[in-house]
């Protein structure tokens, strides 16, 4: 229920069983509409001062499919780290905590990275400086996966999630952190710099890799019979939810929405790698049919020049002389 103008109501149950209202004041996050008002900024720019240079330099306008991703990750961006996400993320519920998680390390870096066109990112790091071969190690996908897979068993350490708690500054900076492992993360797959992806079937084994190891601190969550996070183990629970059960509500979320968009990101990329093979395979099949059919025509036309060319190469043998009678 609504309590005030500028609040978020929200049913919670006491110690006592006996339920009641808390209200989710608003808090401003200058922070967080710095940051989005910046990739704005930066956004526009690119689309109205640097765009018609790079056109004019014989680069690729950007697309509409990539303003449209950016579009997605900026507002994507702004919902989940203001109120009143954040504020029930950082201080309520955990699993909550564990969906914004998801969202600033996987979906909204993705979304970035397609809405990133090649000639932006060579502008903004130059590929002749050390940055560039900086950004080109991390990219491999052994080291894109360390970064990623170690961030986030650090992150979901019980210390590691209580100094977070306690710090607004650290807790902001451990989302920087997260969103550019899953920037480092994904380009192995959809790097605007081509040359870094893998093949479409060691794609779908690296994201199936990445998969796996989050595996580790859902599995914690879920079948752990005390409580993993003391910060979120409070007297009055939102909705009533009791704080195991938001425990194995963010192992669910960890491993089941985490790991089943990583799976259908892997069907799609398969998909549709095995129908471009079938697409080429029929393009083969049809020229080696063409080409058939045309020697095969070749050879029932006979034309005064292939008759003539059959004679040049073959010439009856000479006469032979007869005896003397």
Known sequence: MISS???????????????GDV????QPHPEVW???????????FATKVVQPKAVAAGY????????LWFTVGVLGMWIVSDWPIHDVAEDYLYFVHMLQHLMLSILLPAA???????????LVINPDGRAWRWFTKVSRP???????????????????????????????????LVFSAGIIMWQPVISPIVEWRLTPITQCIYLFIMSIVPTIPSGWLLFSEGVVYRHYDTPSRLFGIDVLT???????VMKLVGGFTLWAIIVVIFAKFALAEGERDRDDRRVRIA????????????????VTEAFERFPAPPESSSPTQ
């Open 246 to 252: 938001d425990q194995q509500a963010a192992g669910v």
């Open 34 to 44: 710095m940051l989005v008002l910046g990739a704005v900024a930066l956004g526009w």
């Open 142 to 176: 052994v080291a894109a996966g360390l970064i990623f897979n170690a961030l986030t068993l650090l992150l979901h350490w019980s210390a590691v999630v209580q100094v977070s708690a306690d710090s607004g500054p650290t807790h902001f900076g451990f989302h920087v």
């Open 112 to 122: 970035f990275v397609l809405a990133t066109p090649r000639w932006l990112l060579e």
């Open 23 to 26: 209200t989710v004041p608003w």
């Open 291 to 306: 080409e058939a059919k045309r020697a095969a025509q070749a050879e029932a036309e006979l034309t005064y020049e292939s």
């Open 5 to 19: 103008l500028v609040g978020f109501g929200l049913q919670t149950a006491n110690a006592d069983g006996n339920t």
């Open 60 to 67: 690729d306008p950007i697309t509409r499919a990539q303003k």
